[in-house]
C-alpha cells in the first residue's frame, strides 16, 4: 500500500547518491575539437546558469550541453601537435586537439558528468585538481579508481560545491602525462554573476618541457632543468597580448603545473590576490603587491584596475624563465678575450661564433644558424628592438580606446610626448667598456648613440 512511496524515496536516494541510471550515461557528448593556439572568444553559456565566461590566453573554453539539468563535458586524452611560438612546434598529449586541453567552465552548485574518453597509448586518469567531491571521483588510479585503458571511456559525475580556479590533470603515471602537456583548466563561477564581477577575466596555466633543440618531442625525465618555460603551452613571443581598457577591473588566473615556483610580476599595475586554491580570499585579507610568487601545485588569481595606459610586461621574475631553448652549461665568456681563438675554432666549426664576452644581448643581434625546429634565446620585436625575451613574458596594454570586449592587440602604444627615457649627453668622460681592458680605447664613446659600441 506505500510502495509507490518507497520507490520515489528509494529513487531519490540513488539520485541523491550520485547514481544516475547507467541508461543516462551511455551516450557521451560530441567532443568538441580545437588544435589553433589562439586565444578563443570569450564562450557565452547558452544554457544553464548565466555567468561571465573567462578569456584563456591561448587557448579555448569547452562547449557542454544540457541533459536533464546536468551539465556534460566530453574530454579527450589524445596525442596533439602544438605550436610553442612560430618556428616550433611540439608533439604533446592533450586534450581534445590541444595543450593544455581546453577550459570547463561551469557555475556554483551545478551539476558537472565529464566523460573522459583514452586515446593515449597508456592509461590514465583526470584528477579535479582543487575541487570538492567525492571521494571517488577524485581520480587517483589505483586509490580511488582503476587506471582508464586505452580505448576505455571513463564518467565522472559531482556538484560543484564552491566556485574558483581549478585544474584539471592525470593522476596516473604523473611525471610523464604532466611533462608531455596533459592538463587543463577548470573555472567555477560565483552563483551569482554579479559577485566578483570583472570586465576582463584571464586564465592560463603556467607549465614547462623540455625539448632538445631539433626535436619535437618533450624529455619526460627531466626534474628541473627544463627549457622551455610556457604559459599555456607557448613561449613568448608566441604568448598572446592582455589587454584591457583603461578603469576596467582585471582578474589573471593562473595555475602552476611545473616542478618549480614563478614569481609572475606585473609592471606599472598594483593588485591583490582576490583568489588561492582555496577560493576566495576576504577583501580584508589581502593586501597589495606587484610580484605573486605561485608555487607547484598552486593556483591564484590577481585583481586590479588596469589604470596606467601603455604596454607593461608581464612576466616570471626568475630571469631563466624569459629565456627559450638554452644549455645552462655554457661558460660565462664575460671579459674573455676571443679574437685570437675564434680563427682557430672555426677552422673546426666553420659556423663557430663568438660571443659573450660583453654579455648575451649581443645574441639577439645575430643571425645566428637555429637546428630546425628550435625557438631563438632571447627574442621578440618591440618598438625600439628586440625585447631579448622568451619563455614565461607577455604584454599587458592598457589603452583609452579599446571597445569593452574587444581582445584584439592594440598594436604599439604611443608614448605621449615627454614621458619616455631617453638618451642625453651628461658631459662624462668617455667609458671603456671593453673589460679585458680596462683602459680608454682610442674609439672614444658618445653616449647619445646607444649601440655604437657593437661591433656590427
Ligand atoms: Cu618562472
Known amino acids: 500500500m506505500n510502495t509507490r512511496r518507497n520507490f520515489l524515496g528509494a529513487a531519490a536516494a ?14 557521451a557528448p560530441e567532443p568538441h575539437e580545437r588544435a589553433s593556439a589562439d586565444t578563443a572568444a570569450p564562450l557565452h553559456p547558452q544554457a544553464g546558469r548565466p555567468y ?3 578569456v584563456t590566453l591561448n587557448g579555448w573554453s569547452l562547449p557542454f550541453r544540457m ?35 581546453p577550459t570547463i567552465e561551469a557555475v556554483e552548485g551545478d551539476r558537472v558528468r565529464l566523460f573522459v574518453t583514452n586515446k593515449l597509448p597508456e592509461h590514465t586518469t583526470m584528477h579535479w585538481h582543487g575541487l570538492i567531491l567525492p571521494n571517488g571521483m577524485d581520480g587517483v588510479g589505483g586509490l580511488t579508481q582503476p587506471q582508464i585503458k586505452p ?59 623540455d625539448i632538445d633543440p631539433g626535436a619535437s618531442v618533450p624529455k619526460v625525465n627531466t626534474m628541473l632543468d627544463f627549457n622551455l618555460w610556457t604559459w599555456n603551452s607557448r613561449a613568448f613571443p608566441g604568448i598572446a597580448p592582455l589587454v584591457a581598457r583603461t578603469g576596467e577591473r582585471v ?3 593562473m595555475g602552476n603545473l611545473t616542478m618549480t615556483n614563478h614569481p609572475i610580476h606585473l609592471h606599472g599595475h598594483v593588485f591583490e590576490v582576490a583568489g588561492t586554491d582555496g577560493g576566495w ?61 675564434t680563427p682557430a675554432l672555426q677552422k673546426l666549426l666553420p659556423d663557430y661564433m663568438a660571443m659573450g664576452s660583453k654579455g648575451m644581448a649581443e645574441m639577439t643581434e645575430m643571425e645566428m644558424p637555429l637546428p630546425d625546429n628550435t625557438l631563438p634565446m632571447m627574442t621578440g620585436r618591440g618598438p625600439y628592438g628586440s625585447v631579448e625575451m622568451g619563455g614565461m613574458f607577455s604584454v599587458f596594454k592598457v589603452r583609452d580606446d579599446l571597445a569593452p570586449g574587444d581582445y584584439r592587440d592594440p598594436g604599439w602604444y604611443r608614448m605621449p610626448p615627454g614621458t619616455q627615457a631617453h638618451a642625453v649627453d651628461a658631459g662624462l668622460p668617455p667609458v671603456a667598456t671593453d673589460q679585458s681592458e680596462p683602459k680608454p680605447t682610442p674609439e672614444t664613446l658618445d653616449v647619445r648613440k646607444p649601440g655604437h659600441n657593437h661591433p656590427h
Not at 14 to 27: I, K
Not at 86 to 96: D, H, Q, S, V
Not at 164 to 180: C, I, K, L, S
Open 14 to 27: 540513488l539520485v541523491a547518491a550520485g547514481a544516475a541510471p547507467r541508461s543516462a550515461l551511455a551516450a
Open 52 to 54: 561571465n565566461p573567462v
Open 67 to 101: 541533459k536533464d539539468g546536468v551539465k556534460e563535458f566530453h574530454l579527450v586524452a589524445e596525442p596533439v601537435v602544438r605550436e610553442i611560438s612560430p618556428g616550433m612546434t611540439a608533439r604533446l598529449w592533450g586534450y581534445n586537439g590541444s595543450s593544455p586541453g
Open 151 to 209: 580505448g576505455e571511456t571513463y564518467v565522472y559525475e559531482f556538484v560543484l560545491r564552491k566556485s574558483g580556479t581549478f585544474m584539471y590533470h592525470p593522476h596516473a603515471d604523473e611525471m610523464v602525462q604532466m611533462a608531455m602537456g596533459a592538463m587543463g583548466l577548470f573555472i567555477v563561477h560565483p552563483k551569482n554573476p554579479r559577485q566578483m564581477a570583472v570586465q576582463r577575466d584571464y586564465a592560463f596555466l603556467i607549465n614547462a618541457y
Open 251 to 253: 582578474r589573471i588566473r
Open 281 to 341: 580570499v576576504p577583501k580584508g585579507a589581502r593586501w597589495p603587491e606587484v610580484t605573486v610568487d605561485i608555487a607547484v601545485g598552486q593556483m591564484r588569481a590577481i585583481e586590479f584596475i588596469a589604470d596606467n595606459p601603455g604596454d607593461w610586461a608581464f612576466h616570471c621574475h626568475k630571469s631563466h624563465h624569459t629565456m627559450n631553448a638554452m644549455g645552462h652549461s655554457v661558460p660565462t665568456m664575460i671579459g674573455v678575450q676571443q679574437d685570437d681563438l
